[in-house]
């Protein structure tokens, strides 16, 4: 569409605080204008009336899993995009856990040209940290950055050297490549499978304790703190992991944290009967963990919620629990899973959508998050008491590991836009 009205909308736009009705008017993929009230249409536009519901900037997922390169049949950038369009995800970053792994510059620019070619989404691909994510020797950041990737990460691995960290993150700020770890100690993680506690002795399963996030942070924040990298602790889950980061905050402004919406709306309890699709890393903490997670959510410690979209197949998913792989779908519920925290009145509906607009767009550095004039135009509307009931056959994905089955949910993306145009609408 060259030109796109949208009127009746509640705009909302967390980076200005903005809440207000009124009508955008999209030309040439950009937004032309926002008036309070209503927008003459200019000649040959489109016109959407959003009938009250929130018109919002596109979700920026900053942990997002494919299949492809290698690992098609888990997932393709075409089908992580037309679920992504689904929840309303119109930006995304991939993670460089591929086969091959996106550790060389020819092939983040494969990624890069695929997705602009497939996919209908934004996809960013990030570069791995460390070559063939072994831990052992850091990747070229100078070439990986000319050819596209956005941040360096090693993906679902955790780099256990600091030595070896400590020189990534020298050179990450060379490059101003913002770092995103995942925190996790090997040994201490062990062959845990779940949460440490009560639940896990009496499901005869081996715990994973918090101090095998908690250690490896402190460490990370460290060695931030020395070298000045952008530092982004992937994705916490306990407690301790909140005090840890808040402290880190109060003495920079380059330390920031994630949290997989799993963990946000999710408990150990949930695993029940020892049910793989629950099997996480992080794990899924206890109750009060979770609590604590949404305390850090709201007073602004966690900065960035993520799907954590993982695609694994059945075969992966279908043993006993201590041997199933870990990883759950969730591109699609992302948003109206979080939504239940602002039904609840744990969290205001502008947090919320600031920890998943213009929090990851700004730590990316890209043109997303935000509804302000001559911004791209990506958007999604938002309509926050629609009622649905997640079926595993209807989502997108290749992958049916949902942790969300059978959910019911209030509030689902209606529209997305990308660009000015409808790459998703609600039948």
């Excluded at 779940?194 to 942070?217: D, F, R, S, V, Y």
Aim: charge should be negative; include cysteine.
């Amino acid at each position: 569409m060259s030109k796109l009205v949208i009127k009746n909308a509640r705009i909302i736009d967390p980076a200005s605080e903005t809440d207000k009705m009124g009508a955008i008017l999209i030309e040439e993929g950009k937004i032309a204008e926002i008036a309070e009230g209503d927008i003459s249409a200019p000649e040959g536009a489109h016109i959407h009336d959003a009938q009250g519901r929130i018109i919002a900037p596109g979700l920026v997922d900053l942990r997002v899993f494919t299949g492809e390169p290698g690992r098609e049949y888990r997932e393709t950038l075409k089908s992580a995009s037309d679920a992504a369009a689904v929840g309303g995800v119109t930006s995304a970053l991939i993670m460089p856990d591929t086969n091959p792994v996106l550790d060389d510059a020819a092939l983040i620019d494969f990624v890069a040209r695929r997705a602009r070619d497939n996919a209908d989404i934004n996809f960013y691909p990030a570069a791995a940290i460390s070559k063939g994510l072994a831990g052992e020797d850091i990747s070229e950041f100078g070439l990986l950055k000319e050819a596209g990737a956005k941040a360096l990460t090693d993906g679902r691995n955790s780099i256990q050297n600091p030595a070896l960290l400590k020189t990534a993150f020298t050179y990450a700020l060379n490059f101003d490549m913002p770092v995103i770890h995942h925190v996790s100690d090997a040994s201490l993680t062990g062959s845990g499978v779940m949460n440490a506690g009560l639940l896990a002795t009496g499901l005869g399963l081996k715990g994973i304790p918090h101090i095998a996030e908690t250690i490896p942070l402190d460490r990370d924040i460290q060695l931030a703190e020395a070298t000045g990298v952008r530092y982004h602790a992937a994705q916490i889950s306990c407690g301790t992991s909140a005090e840890i980061i808040k402290r880190a905050k109060a003495n920079s402004d380059r330390i920031s944290a994630g949290i997989s919406i799993n963990n946000l709306c999710l408990n150990e309890n949930d695993i029940g009967d020892y049910r793989t699709y629950f099997k996480l890393a992080p794990p899924l903490r206890s109750e009060d963990e979770r609590q604590a997670m949404i305390a850090a959510l709201a007073d602004g410690t966690i900065d960035v919620i993520h799907s954590a979209h993982d695609p694994q197949d059945m075969e992966g998913k279908r043993r006993p629990f201590a041997e199933a792989v870990d990883g759950a779908v969730g591109l699609e519920t992302m948003l109206s899973a979080a939504l239940r925290l602002v039904h609840e009145d744990q969290v205001d509906l502008v947090t919320l959508l600031r920890a998943m607009t213009c929090n990851p767009a700004d730590l990316l550095g890209i043109d997303a998050g935000r509804i302000t004039k001559g911004a791209q135009a990506d958007l999604i509307e938002i309509d926050l008491d629609y009622p649905w009931v997640v079926s595993e056959n209807d989502l997108k994905s290749r992958s049916r590991n949902t942790a969300f089955e059978g959910a019911r949910f209030s509030g689902k993306v209606t529209t997305s836009i990308v660009s000015g145009t409808k790459i998703y609408e609600l039948a």
